[in-house]
Structure formats: C-alpha cells, structure tokens
C-alpha cells in the first residue's frame, strides 16, 4: 500500500464555529494506481493533500506513506522526503522567484537524495511540456499556466515513487491539459503512482478510479 489514512481528520475554528475540513477519512491507494479525487473548491481536497505530504499536521488519525508515517516526521525528515520518494505539486504559483526555470526545477534533487540530474529526462519532460526555451527565464516573466508546467517538470525530475498533484491542470488550455492527463496515464503504468486532485472532469477518463470529496468526507460513487 502506497498511501493509507485512517480515520483522518483536520479541524478548524471559524469564529466560534469548528469544522471538518477533512472529516474522517479513510484512503488507500494501492502501487502504480493513477486516482483522481473530484470535488467542488472547499471540498477538502487541498487540506487532505497538505496531511499527506506532512505540510499541515492532522488534529487525528493515522497517515501512511510510502512505508513512513507522515504525522510522527519532523520537518527535515519530510523536507528529503518531498525531494526524493515523495512529489507534491501544490496549488497556485510555488516556485522560487530568485531562481531560473532550471534551477527550479533541479532545486529537490538538491534537497533530497543528492542525486545527479537526469539531464535526458530533464530535456524530455521541459520539451513535453513546452518549456525547453524558458529555462534561463525567472517565474515573474511566466504565465500562470507556464509557471504550472514548471512546477510539474520539477516534480517529476526528481523521479519520485508518488506523486501527488493539486490541480494540476489549473490555468491550463484544453491541449496542455491533456498532454498532462497522459502523461501522469503514461508513468503510472510505468510505476509512479499518482494521486490528483481535480475539478477536470476529463481526469475520469484518464484515472484509474476517482474518488468524490464533499465537505470533507470521501467517497466512491457516481460523479454528481
């Protein structure tokens, strides 16, 4: 089992109001598997996947991944983690602003296991995506959706054994996004097992099995 909650949950207060912003949940997601979890904004999505990859702690429960578990590491130990085995593409603009396209890209490497970079799988995936003549720029001279597909080169050069992706195809035409879709089709076929969270109802032709997420609770059923 790659990725195992059990009865996760996060709690936030609200003027004197507390809420489940992710209430219970139980996830397992098995090796190579490729799962969409839809959802409305302010469904949960993106707090469940902060728990997952350490970056918010659970108020309860138990998180499993990739053989480590998550809420017991502290902040070094997840900071190799997310550098090596384990990569999240986060919502919104993340990359580092003083650095170039390229040194964005290779910044996990550096972070996690030290590796050297694979520089034919960097020219593969920066052409794929149509960055190839972008890597000497800085993400303020990028679009939003450029800067998106930066951010998703930089995940997968670092050749993790998870992925998890918020969104991944936000601020992306129709074309990009589904060069995206097959892409993350085409790796976890390869092995790299993936996790995405998604309004792209297209992503159910392309995942797996999807996952329905509505005010913090999960479950299988028919796409509403």
Known sequence: MIVKT???SREFVR????????DHVNLEVEEKELVAIMGQSGSGKSTL??????????????I??????IEKMNDRQLSVLRGGD???????????????????????????KNRKPDKERITYLTELLGIQNMLSEYPANLSGGEQRRVAIARTFAQNPKLVVADEPTSSLDMENSEIIMK???KMAKEGTTIL?????????????????????????????
């Open 6 to 8: 059990e009865n996760l």
């Open 15 to 22: 003027g004197k109001n507390q809420f489940y912003a992710v």
């Open 49 to 62: 996947f902060h728990m997952l990859t350490g970056i918010l702690k659970p108020t309860e429960g138990k």
């Open 64 to 69: 499993t991944v990739l053989d480590h578990e």
């Open 86 to 112: 384990l990569g999240y593409i986060m919502q919104g603009k993340n990359l580092l602003q003083n650095l170039t396209v390229m040194e964005n890209i290779l910044l996990p490497l550096s972070l996690g």
């Open 183 to 185: 892409y993350f089709q």
């Open 196 to 224: 995405v969270s998604t309004h792209d109802r297209e992503f159910a032709n392309y995942a797996d099995r999807c996952l329905w997420m509505k005010k913090g609770k999960l479950e299988k059923r028919e796409l509403e």
